[in-house]
Protein backbone atom coordinates (compact mmCIF):
# COMPACT_ATOMS: atom_id res chain seq x y z
CA UNK A 1 0.00 0.00 0.00
CA UNK A 2 2.87 2.49 0.39
CA UNK A 3 4.40 1.62 -2.22
CA UNK A 4 1.33 2.09 -4.43
CA UNK A 5 0.52 5.39 -2.41
CA UNK A 6 4.47 6.33 -3.31
CA UNK A 7 3.61 5.75 -7.34
CA UNK A 8 1.20 7.61 -7.32
CA UNK A 9 2.51 10.85 -5.88
CA UNK A 10 5.24 10.24 -8.05
CA UNK A 11 3.05 9.63 -10.95
CA UNK A 12 1.27 13.21 -9.59
CA UNK A 13 4.36 15.12 -9.75
CA UNK A 14 5.34 14.09 -13.16
CA UNK A 15 2.24 15.21 -14.27
CA UNK A 16 2.46 18.50 -12.67
CA UNK A 17 5.87 19.11 -13.82
CA UNK A 18 4.78 18.18 -16.99
CA UNK A 19 2.06 20.41 -17.08
CA UNK A 20 4.48 23.29 -15.76
CA UNK A 21 6.66 22.84 -19.36
CA UNK A 22 4.34 22.56 -21.04
CA UNK A 23 2.83 26.24 -19.57
CA UNK A 24 6.11 27.45 -19.64
CA UNK A 25 6.49 26.87 -23.53
CA UNK A 26 3.60 28.28 -23.97
CA UNK A 27 4.14 31.49 -22.02
CA UNK A 28 7.47 31.61 -24.41
CA UNK A 29 5.58 31.40 -27.67
CA UNK A 30 3.20 34.03 -26.45
CA UNK A 31 5.87 36.16 -25.46
CA UNK A 32 7.96 35.44 -28.97
CA UNK A 33 5.05 36.29 -31.07
CA UNK A 34 4.24 40.09 -29.09
CA UNK A 35 7.68 40.38 -29.94
CA UNK A 36 7.87 39.91 -33.30
CA UNK A 37 4.80 41.54 -33.40
CA UNK A 38 6.61 45.04 -31.92
CA UNK A 39 9.34 44.47 -34.22
CA UNK A 40 7.53 43.52 -37.43
CA UNK A 41 5.77 47.57 -37.98
CA UNK A 42 8.99 49.01 -37.01
CA UNK A 43 11.65 47.23 -39.38
CA UNK A 44 8.85 47.76 -42.24
CA UNK A 45 8.26 51.31 -41.34
CA UNK A 46 12.14 51.38 -41.48
CA UNK A 47 12.39 49.49 -44.26
CA UNK A 48 10.18 51.63 -46.76
CA UNK A 49 11.83 54.89 -45.81
CA UNK A 50 15.19 53.44 -46.84
CA UNK A 51 13.35 52.45 -49.91
CA UNK A 52 11.42 55.53 -50.49
CA UNK A 53 14.63 58.32 -49.31
CA UNK A 54 18.16 56.04 -49.76
CA UNK A 55 18.42 57.50 -53.20
CA UNK A 56 17.63 61.13 -51.92
CA UNK A 57 20.60 61.15 -49.62
CA UNK A 58 23.91 62.57 -51.18
CA UNK A 59 26.68 64.74 -49.44
CA UNK A 60 24.58 67.67 -50.18
CA UNK A 61 21.97 66.47 -48.50
CA UNK A 62 24.44 66.95 -44.95
CA UNK A 63 26.02 69.83 -46.10
CA UNK A 64 23.90 72.39 -48.35
CA UNK A 65 20.71 74.65 -47.20
CA UNK A 66 17.49 73.94 -48.90
CA UNK A 67 17.21 75.68 -52.62
CA UNK A 68 14.24 78.15 -53.87
CA UNK A 69 11.10 76.67 -54.71
CA UNK A 70 11.47 75.02 -58.37
CA UNK A 71 15.48 74.96 -57.54
CA UNK A 72 16.31 71.32 -57.98
CA UNK A 73 18.96 69.89 -55.30
CA UNK A 74 20.29 71.43 -51.78
CA UNK A 75 19.89 69.86 -48.40
CA UNK A 76 18.59 70.11 -44.77
CA UNK A 77 21.98 70.80 -43.30
CA UNK A 78 20.21 73.30 -41.22
CA UNK A 79 17.29 71.12 -40.45
CA UNK A 80 19.59 68.44 -38.82
CA UNK A 81 21.54 71.08 -37.10
CA UNK A 82 18.89 72.81 -35.87
CA UNK A 83 17.05 69.45 -34.44
CA UNK A 84 20.03 68.64 -32.10
CA UNK A 85 20.31 71.52 -31.02
CA UNK A 86 16.46 72.22 -30.08
CA UNK A 87 16.62 68.53 -28.45
CA UNK A 88 19.67 69.77 -26.49
CA UNK A 89 17.86 72.54 -25.15
CA UNK A 90 14.88 70.73 -24.25
CA UNK A 91 17.26 68.20 -22.67
CA UNK A 92 19.20 70.70 -20.56
CA UNK A 93 15.93 72.31 -19.25
CA UNK A 94 13.76 68.89 -18.81
CA UNK A 95 16.05 66.49 -17.51
CA UNK A 96 17.26 67.60 -14.46
CA UNK A 97 13.55 68.67 -13.12
CA UNK A 98 12.25 65.72 -14.38
CA UNK A 99 14.57 63.64 -12.87
CA UNK A 100 14.76 65.48 -9.46
CA UNK A 101 11.03 65.17 -9.46
CA UNK A 102 11.10 61.41 -9.85
CA UNK A 103 13.73 61.24 -6.92
CA UNK A 104 11.19 63.47 -4.56
CA UNK A 105 8.41 61.48 -5.63
CA UNK A 106 9.79 58.04 -4.71
CA UNK A 107 11.70 59.40 -1.65
CA UNK A 108 9.30 61.83 0.08
CA UNK A 109 6.30 61.85 -2.49
CA UNK A 110 3.88 60.23 0.34
CA UNK A 111 1.86 62.90 1.27
CA UNK A 112 -0.82 64.82 -0.61
CA UNK A 113 1.40 67.47 -2.45
CA UNK A 114 3.10 64.06 -4.19
CA UNK A 115 -0.33 63.26 -5.14
CA UNK A 116 -1.02 66.35 -7.34
CA UNK A 117 2.46 65.73 -8.52
CA UNK A 118 1.53 62.35 -9.81
CA UNK A 119 -1.58 63.08 -10.87
CA UNK A 120 -0.50 66.25 -13.09
CA UNK A 121 2.62 64.43 -14.54
CA UNK A 122 -0.33 61.97 -15.89
CA UNK A 123 -2.24 64.55 -16.74
CA UNK A 124 0.26 66.22 -18.92
CA UNK A 125 1.67 63.10 -20.16
CA UNK A 126 -1.76 62.76 -22.14
CA UNK A 127 -1.97 66.48 -23.35
CA UNK A 128 -1.90 66.92 -27.12
CA UNK A 129 1.21 68.44 -28.09
CA UNK A 130 -0.22 71.19 -29.70
CA UNK A 131 -1.66 72.42 -26.99
CA UNK A 132 1.98 72.19 -25.52
CA UNK A 133 3.14 74.77 -27.93
CA UNK A 134 -0.01 76.76 -28.20
CA UNK A 135 1.24 77.45 -23.91
CA UNK A 136 5.17 77.82 -25.14
CA UNK A 137 3.46 80.23 -27.69
CA UNK A 138 1.54 82.34 -25.23
CA UNK A 139 4.40 82.40 -22.59
CA UNK A 140 7.34 82.88 -24.57
CA UNK A 141 7.07 83.71 -28.35
CA UNK A 142 4.66 86.53 -27.29
CA UNK A 143 6.69 88.17 -24.61
CA UNK A 144 9.70 87.99 -26.97
CA UNK A 145 7.96 89.34 -30.10
CA UNK A 146 9.70 86.60 -32.29
CA UNK A 147 9.31 82.53 -32.73
CA UNK A 148 12.80 80.84 -31.24
CA UNK A 149 14.87 78.29 -30.29
CA UNK A 150 14.54 78.79 -26.73
CA UNK A 151 10.49 78.97 -26.73
CA UNK A 152 10.98 75.17 -28.91
CA UNK A 153 13.32 73.94 -26.41
CA UNK A 154 11.11 74.74 -23.69
CA UNK A 155 7.98 73.32 -25.19
CA UNK A 156 10.05 70.24 -25.55
CA UNK A 157 11.03 70.00 -22.50
CA UNK A 158 7.65 70.27 -21.29
CA UNK A 159 6.76 67.33 -23.06
CA UNK A 160 9.61 64.83 -21.62
CA UNK A 161 8.79 66.06 -17.56
CA UNK A 162 6.06 63.58 -17.29
CA UNK A 163 7.77 60.73 -18.67
CA UNK A 164 11.01 61.29 -17.31
CA UNK A 165 9.64 62.10 -13.60
CA UNK A 166 7.78 59.02 -13.63
CA UNK A 167 9.89 56.79 -14.89
CA UNK A 168 12.58 57.96 -12.48
CA UNK A 169 10.48 57.69 -10.02
CA UNK A 170 9.24 53.89 -10.76
CA UNK A 171 13.07 52.76 -10.88
CA UNK A 172 14.39 54.71 -7.60
CA UNK A 173 11.52 53.15 -5.61
CA UNK A 174 12.72 49.32 -7.25
CA UNK A 175 16.17 49.99 -5.37
CA UNK A 176 16.05 47.92 -2.21
CA UNK A 177 15.74 49.87 1.44
CA UNK A 178 18.79 47.62 2.11
CA UNK A 179 21.14 49.44 0.19
CA UNK A 180 19.95 52.80 1.85
CA UNK A 181 19.86 51.24 5.54
CA UNK A 182 23.60 50.12 4.57
CA UNK A 183 24.73 53.38 3.83
CA UNK A 184 22.93 55.27 6.54
CA UNK A 185 24.34 52.98 9.12
CA UNK A 186 27.81 53.68 7.91
CA UNK A 187 27.16 57.23 8.06
CA UNK A 188 26.69 58.53 5.13
CA UNK A 189 24.25 61.71 5.12
CA UNK A 190 20.90 61.07 3.36
CA UNK A 191 21.82 63.32 0.56
CA UNK A 192 24.96 61.31 -0.45
CA UNK A 193 23.25 57.74 -0.05
CA UNK A 194 20.35 59.09 -2.89
CA UNK A 195 23.03 60.35 -5.59
CA UNK A 196 25.66 57.88 -4.99
CA UNK A 197 23.77 54.70 -3.94
CA UNK A 198 20.10 55.20 -5.60
CA UNK A 199 20.40 56.87 -8.64
CA UNK A 200 23.54 54.43 -8.89
CA UNK A 201 21.40 51.75 -8.65
CA UNK A 202 18.70 52.74 -10.57
CA UNK A 203 20.79 54.21 -13.23
CA UNK A 204 19.72 51.71 -16.11
CA UNK A 205 15.86 52.26 -16.25
CA UNK A 206 16.84 56.08 -15.77
CA UNK A 207 18.66 55.94 -18.70
CA UNK A 208 16.07 54.12 -20.72
CA UNK A 209 13.48 56.63 -19.52
CA UNK A 210 15.48 59.70 -20.34
CA UNK A 211 15.93 57.69 -24.31
CA UNK A 212 12.19 57.17 -24.37
CA UNK A 213 11.65 60.91 -23.86
CA UNK A 214 13.74 61.67 -26.29
CA UNK A 215 12.28 59.70 -29.16
CA UNK A 216 9.37 61.23 -27.99
CA UNK A 217 9.91 64.74 -28.57
CA UNK A 218 12.55 63.85 -31.88
CA UNK A 219 9.57 63.73 -34.26
CA UNK A 220 7.22 66.36 -32.64
CA UNK A 221 5.80 68.54 -35.39
CA UNK A 222 3.16 70.45 -33.52
CA UNK A 223 4.54 72.78 -31.10
CA UNK A 224 7.99 73.54 -32.75
CA UNK A 225 4.92 75.09 -35.50
CA UNK A 226 4.36 77.84 -32.53
CA UNK A 227 7.61 78.46 -31.14
CA UNK A 228 10.47 77.81 -33.18
CA UNK A 229 8.58 78.01 -36.78
CA UNK A 230 11.25 77.19 -39.20
CA UNK A 231 14.15 78.72 -41.32
CA UNK A 232 15.73 78.33 -44.61
CA UNK A 233 19.02 79.63 -43.11
CA UNK A 234 21.11 79.04 -40.57
CA UNK A 235 20.06 79.95 -37.24
CA UNK A 236 21.60 82.87 -35.32
CA UNK A 237 21.16 82.32 -31.58
CA UNK A 238 18.57 80.79 -29.75
CA UNK A 239 16.54 83.87 -29.84
CA UNK A 240 15.33 83.81 -33.25
CA UNK A 241 13.84 81.02 -35.82
CA UNK A 242 15.62 77.62 -36.21
CA UNK A 243 14.90 75.29 -38.57
CA UNK A 244 14.17 71.53 -37.69
CA UNK A 245 13.74 68.27 -39.59
CA UNK A 246 10.29 67.60 -38.86
CA UNK A 247 9.00 70.95 -39.73
CA UNK A 248 11.17 70.72 -42.45
CA UNK A 249 9.61 67.36 -44.10
CA UNK A 250 6.22 68.47 -42.57
CA UNK A 251 6.54 71.81 -45.21
CA UNK A 252 8.25 69.23 -48.11
CA UNK A 253 5.38 66.73 -47.46
CA UNK A 254 2.74 68.91 -48.50
CA UNK A 255 4.50 70.73 -50.95
CA UNK A 256 3.31 69.98 -54.73
CA UNK A 257 7.11 69.53 -56.10
CA UNK A 258 8.62 66.19 -56.30
CA UNK A 259 11.81 67.02 -55.98
CA UNK A 260 10.81 68.05 -52.53
CA UNK A 261 8.44 65.21 -51.81
CA UNK A 262 11.90 63.05 -52.45
CA UNK A 263 13.79 64.90 -49.53
CA UNK A 264 11.24 64.89 -47.36
CA UNK A 265 11.26 61.09 -47.05
CA UNK A 266 15.09 61.35 -47.18
CA UNK A 267 14.58 63.39 -44.30
CA UNK A 268 12.30 61.22 -42.45
CA UNK A 269 14.64 58.23 -43.32
CA UNK A 270 17.42 60.51 -41.46
CA UNK A 271 15.57 61.75 -38.21
CA UNK A 272 14.76 57.72 -37.87
CA UNK A 273 17.97 57.16 -38.12
CA UNK A 274 19.13 59.22 -35.78
CA UNK A 275 17.21 58.23 -32.87
CA UNK A 276 18.26 54.59 -33.90
CA UNK A 277 21.78 55.48 -33.14
CA UNK A 278 21.19 57.67 -30.21
CA UNK A 279 19.76 54.66 -28.85
CA UNK A 280 22.30 52.55 -29.74
CA UNK A 281 25.14 54.48 -28.39
CA UNK A 282 24.39 55.07 -25.28
CA UNK A 283 23.05 51.76 -24.87
CA UNK A 284 26.74 51.19 -25.82
CA UNK A 285 28.45 53.70 -23.62
CA UNK A 286 26.12 53.15 -20.50
CA UNK A 287 26.64 49.07 -21.06
CA UNK A 288 28.58 48.50 -18.30
CA UNK A 289 27.39 50.68 -16.20
CA UNK A 290 23.30 49.68 -16.36
CA UNK A 291 24.26 46.62 -13.66
CA UNK A 292 22.82 47.12 -10.07
CA UNK A 293 25.29 48.18 -6.98
CA UNK A 294 24.50 45.06 -5.27
Same mark, same amino acid.
Given at each position: ? $???? /? ?6 ? #? ?19 ? #? ?34 ? $???? !?? /?? /? ?9 ? /? ?6 ? !? ?7 ? $? ?58 ? @??? $? ?21 ? @? ?22 ? &? ?30 ? &? ?24 ? &? ?19
Amino acid at each position: M $ERCG /ACRGGAGL #TMRLARRRLVNMIAQAVAVLC #TIAVLVPLVFIFSYLLAKGFSSLNLDFFTQLPKPVG $EPGG !GM /AN /AIVGTLTLIGL /ACALGLPV !GVLTGVYLA $EHGHGRFGWTVRFAADVLTGVPSIVIGIYAYTLIVIPLRSFSALAGGAALAVMMLPIVAR @TTE $EMVKLVPHSLREAALALGVPTWR @TTIWVVLRTARGGIVTGIMLAVAR &ISGETAPLLFTAFGNQFWHHGLTGPIASLPVQ &IFTYAISPYDDWHRQAWAGALVLLSL &ILLTSLLVRLLTRGRLRPVL
